[in-house]
C-alpha cells in the first residue's frame, strides 16, 4: 500500500524550461510534505517543504504547490538548470505530538535537464 | 561542520551472514534515522533512535536492529542476511524540535551474494 506515489518515472525538460514534478498521497494526516533531490553515490539532499496547512511555498527556482483536496502536490523549477538533473523524491511525515515522525517516500521521479 | 557520515560505503556479504552499518550524526543532531533503499524505489525507513533507544519502527522483521549510543552515533545491525536485504542504507539526522528537517549520508551499498 503506497501511500505516497510519484507515477512517472522520469521527466525530459530543456534548459531554461519549466520542470514540473508531480505526487499523489492517500493520507489525509500527514503533517509535511518534502522534496529530495538525489545525485548518484549521495544521499538524498533537502530541497524544499511545505506544511499541510499551506498550499505553497517558494524558495529561489523552486516552488511546492499542494491542493489538499486532491491530494496532490507538485514541483516546479524555473527555470531548469543542467544541474538540476537528478532523481527527485517526494516524501510525507505525520508529527506525533511534537515526536518527529518517519519520512514515507516516493520511488521517485528522474529529471533530465538538456542544454 | 561534518555532515551525516556512514561507514563503510560498500560491502559484500554471503547470505546467512551478519553485518553492522555505522552512522555518524550532523554535529548537533541527537536523533537517527535508518533507511532502506532498494533498487528503483525510494527509501524505506527502518527505525528511529532518540535518547539511545528505538522511537519508531517499520516494517522490517526482528533481523534488523540497531543501538545509539551516548555520542548520538548508531550502528544498524542485520541478521541472517538474504539475497532481498541486497539495498543502499542510508542514515539520516535531525535535530529534535525540527521534526521534519532531516539530513541524510551518503548510504552504505551492501551486496549480499
Known amino acids: 500500500d503506497q501511500q505516497v506515489k510519484q507515477n512517472s518515472p522520469s521527466l525530459s525538460v530543456q534548459e531554461g524550461r519549466i520542470s514540473i514534478l508531480n505526487c499523489d498521497y492517500t493520507n489525509s494526516m500527514f503533517d509535511y510534505f518534502l522534496w529530495y533531490k538525489k545525485y548518484p553515490a549521495e544521499g538524498p539532499t533537502f530541497l524544499i517543504s511545505?506544511?499541510?496547512?499551506?498550499d505553497k511555498n517558494e524558495d529561489g527556482r523552486f516552488t511546492v504547490f499542494l491542493n489538499k483536496s486532491a491530494k496532490h502536490l507538485s514541483l516546479h523549477i524555473v527555470p531548469s538548470q543542467p544541474g538540476d538533473s537528478a532523481v527527485y523524491f517526494c516524501a510525507a511525515l505525520k508529527n506525533y505530538g511534537g515526536s518527529q515522525g518517519n519520512l514515507i517516500f516516493g520511488k521517485g521521479t528522474k529529471l533530465s535537464v538538456k542544454p | 561542520d561534518a555532515g551525516v557520515t556512514q561507514s563503510p560505503t560498500h560491502l559484500i556479504k554471503t547470505r546467512g551472514q551478519q553485518v553492522t552499518l555505522r552512522c555518524s550524526p550532523k554535529s548537533g543532531h541527537d536523533t537517527v534515522s535508518w533507511y532502506q533503499q532498494a533498487l528503483g524505489q525510494g527509501p524505506q525507513f527502518i527505525f528511529q533512535?532518540?535518547?539511545?533507544?528505538?522511537?519508531q519502527r517499520g516494517n522490517f522483521p526482528d533481523r534488523f536492529s540497531g543501538h545509539q549510543f551516548p555520542n548520538y552515533s548508531s550502528e544498524l545491525n542485520v541478521n541472517a542476511l538474504l539475497l532481498g536485504d541486497s539495498a543502499l542504507y542510508l542514515c539520516?539526522?535531525?535535530?529534535?524540535?525540527?521534526?521534519?528537517?532531516?539530513?541524510f549520508g551518503p548510504g552504505t551499498r551492501l551486496t549480499v551474494t
Open positions: 511545505i506544511s499541510s496547512i499551506k
Open positions: 533512535y532518540y535518547e539511545e533507544e528505538e522511537r
Open positions: 539520516a539526522s535531525s535535530p529534535t524540535r525540527l521534526s521534519y528537517e532531516q539530513y
